[in-house]
């Protein structure tokens, strides 16, 4: 004992001598339950990624090198699907209108939810309602708003055509020819899918600063010059991620060529996706259906990589 410990002082530092050890046992049962809980979650949502996502993945692309009937056991065939595949007229006629769509896609599709988001942006009354306006369509059901569209097509008493005829309009053949039926499908994905990326867009121009514009206007920039030169840089990033996405997303086009064409005219409007229907429940072959689904999986993989890649250099 020194000279300035007193009993006491003894006492207590022996209390807190014996009670750190149970501190640190508490501190440790605490952080394992806390581990534990965080682990059960994460492997809860790895098992349902792993059955949902994985696996169908995996097992695509094993039945890309099957032939399989669902009666016996699956027979290996090595590339012998995707021999099929290349020698099938349609197998380049698909990718050819699914790179056609895609192109459309991003001239109607990418400018039009962006310049609403600009006017959008502008406004000082009723934003929300507009808001709403705009996003309606993509709380409708695909095949609602293909069949809904499929009627305003319609050459006899549809909408547009008896528009048209009141005016003493032409009368297109919309969905039954080949040189409207592709642009008349973009009008249709493009008005049932812009108002999510309206809303993005709007998100995203809300971030800029206003000073930037006040500096535009007081060195005389004209809407353009704005538009150019502030509202674009700004939202680069935003624009080249959606950009991207869009063409992942339109190169799976289906819905609209299934419902309304059915592929036609003249297989003029068969998409990649449409095709794979074609040979899994037509033609009963999945596995040439697994190897053209390789074969776009492999494509949408440089897609997303460039994605991803994009995404870590701005970062």
């Known amino acids: 004992m020194t000279a300035v410990d007193t009993p006491r002082t003894v006492r207590a530092r022996r209390s807190e001598e014996d009670t750190a050890p149970s501190r640190s046992s508490d501190r440790f049962r605490r952080r394992l339950a806390e581990n534990l809980t965080a682990y059960g979650l994460l492997g809860g949502a790895l098992v ?13 692309v ?21 021999r099929t595949l290349f020698a099938d007229p349609l197998f380049v006629t698909a ?45 409708l059901p695909p095949i609602v708003a293909a069949l809904l569209w499929k009627w305003f097509y319609d050459p006899g008493p549809g909408l ?3 528009a048209l005829g009141a005016v003493g309009g032409p009368q297109p053949q919309w969905l039954d020819s080949t ?19 309206t809303l993005i867009y709007l998100a995203a121009l ?16 004209s809407v353009w010059q704005r538009l150019r030169n502030v509202t674009i840089p700004q939202t680069r990033f935003v624009l080249a991620m959606m950009l991207l996405l869009q063409v992942v997303a339109t190169m799976q086009v289906f819905t609209e060529p299934y419902v309304m064409t059915g592929g036609g005219p003249e297989d003029s409007t068969v998409t ?7 040979y899994a ?15 776009l999986f492999v494509v949408l993989g440089v897609f997303s990589a460039a994605y991803l890649r994009l995404s870590s250099r701005e970062g």
């Open 179 to 197: 040189s409207t039926a592709m642009i008349s499908l973009v009008l249709v994905s493009t008005w049932a899918n812009m108002g999510s990326a």
């Open 160 to 162: 547009f055509n008896s």
């Open 95 to 139: 990718w050819l209108n699914t790179l056609e769509f895609t192109a459309y896609a991003l001239v109607i599709g990418f400018a039009v939810p962006f310049a609403v988001a600009v006017v959008l942006n502008e406004l000082r009354h009723a934003t929300a309602y507009f808001r709403l306006v705009v996003y309606l369509p993509v709380m």
């Open 48 to 60: 349902v990624f792993a059955v949902f996502s994985w696996y169908p993945i995996v097992r695509g």
């Open 281 to 295: 429940f037509v033609y009963n072959d999945f596995g040439t259906a697994s190897a053209m689904s390789v074969l």
């Open 62 to 82: 094993l039945l890309g090198f099957q032939q399989v009937d669902f009666v016996g056991s699956p027979e290996w065939v090595g590339i012998d699907n995707f």
């Open 272 to 278: 990649v996706l449409l095709l794979i229907y074609r």
């Open 206 to 221: 809300q971030t800029i600063p206003g000073e930037l514009y006040e500096a535009a206007e007081l060195d005389g920039a």
